[in-house]
């Protein structure tokens, strides 16, 4: 039993791996290093950068419920929904992209009708979610591990043709200083603001939390540089792709590269949305949730799958997984000052729409703006009220 526990915190640390890699990452990675080569690689990177201040900021929010809770105690009730409110328009969103996505593969590589797949997806991640965290995380934990493999599979696989190591030699990219300071904060605002994260941490204590960061440090920078290597090598290899490029490859070799890459987007899919359905409905049990969060997340799936267009690993950083770094700002500002005006998240939105709308600028970077406005924002505001007492 002692010997369980010495080593639960791996468990725990498996699980957050696993829900971070998701089909989004998984394809759009592979995507970004065919078409871009390994420059955006750098971007992995960021946790290094974001880890001591990950580190500080968990162990002085670590007993609250969730970042919700500390908003709350900080900027007051309006702030606190306003906050949910954006994060579980992002949750809601990822979720229904990551039913659309695979859906699209496995209609792609089965033909059996996306529809189908967005409906066996929604119920196999639905019964895992009901048995609440323990159950959650023991799944979680086997997937990452069977998903791990899968990718080394494809791995193997490629360099059984020998087109592995072309991709190797591809690796004289231009690297920007900015996609590394961008990507540290978006990486912050991943790891910090999701409650199902910090829950998981909260399991994980304090003696073991530097021990499971670093472990998903290490797993995240592993597998995504083969991702790139494998898109890298593709490219490097004469393959001539648009979209979908995991997914074109697997059809042309048939079966041997069809089922790891069906297994392995299928568990990426699972683990990212058993974790997304239980703490949304943790979040909202009150309201008798449950069905409502599968009626939108399906109907949002239903909704891409209608219009059509696979929303790219780019999109997804560039648009939805900003709203994360709205609600990590305000959490870093909360610890910084002591004084705040509660309408500080409603600059930040704003400043945001109109830098993303006006300027053209690495995706990445976008993250920034809502900390940076508001840090100014709150710097004036007391001020101006120091001066008039």
């Keep these: 039993m002692k010997f369980k526990q010495s080593f639960q915190w791996i468990c725990y640390s498996l699980s957050i791996f696993a829900t971070l890699l998701s089909p989004i990452s998984l394809i759009g990675i592979v995507d970004t290093g065919y078409h871009n080569g390994y420059r955006n690689f750098v971007a992995q990177f960021g946790i290094i950068l974001a880890l001591p ?109 020998g087109i592995v190591f072309s991709g190797l030699s591809s690796s004289r990219d231009s690297f920007s200083g900015t996609i590394l300071v961008g990507a540290s904060f978006q990486t912050l605002s991943s790891y910090l603001v999701s409650p199902d994260l910090q829950e998981r941490f909260k399991q994980v204590g304090h003696s073991k939390l530097l021990r499971s960061i670093l472990l998903n440090s290490f797993l995240g920078i592993i597998v995504t540089g083969i991702l790139y290597l494998i898109g890298v090598s593709l490219k490097q290899a004469g393959y001539n792709f648009d979209d979908n490029v995991l997914l074109q490859y697997a059809k042309m070799k048939g079966l041997w590269m069809a089922l790891p890459v069906t297994i392995g ?16 409905v943790k979040q909202y049990s009150s309201f008798n949730s449950i069905p409502l969060i599968l009626f939108i997340s399906t109907g949002i799936a239903f909704c891409l799958e209608a219009i059509g267009g696979v929303s790219s690993y ?76």
């Design 53 to 161: 201040i990950l580190y500080w900021i968990l162990k002085r929010i670590i007993s609250y419920e969730d970042v919700f809770e500390f908003i709350e105690d900080r900027f007051g009730y309006k702030s606190y929904i306003a906050s949910k409110l954006l994060w579980t328009m992002y949750q809601l969103l990822r979720i229904g992209i990551i039913l659309y996505i695979p859906a699209i593969m496995l209609k792609e590589l089965t033909m059996i009708p996306a529809s189908i797949w967005i409906v066996v997806l929604v119920l196999w991640a639905y019964v895992i979610a009901r048995g609440g965290l323990p159950v959650v995380v023991k799944y979680d934990s086997i997937y990452s591990i069977i998903l791990l493999a899968s990718i080394i599979t494809i791995l193997i696989r490629m360099n059984s043709e």
């Design 265 to 280: 987007v299928l568990l990426a899919a699972q683990t990212t949305l058993s974790t997304g359905f239980e703490i949304l």
């Design 314 to 389: 780019e999109f997804f950083v560039g648009y939805v997984g900003i709203f994360l770094t709205v609600i990590s700002s305000l959490v870093i500002l909360g610890l910084v000052f002591k004084k705040i005006h509660s309408f500080v998240w409603l600059i930040m939105c704003i400043s945001l729409v109109f830098v993303r709308i006006t300027f053209e600028m690495e995706m990445w970077m976008y993250g920034l703006v809502p900390f940076i406005s508001g840090f100014i924002f709150v710097l004036f505001f007391n001020e101006y009220k120091n001066e008039n007492g």
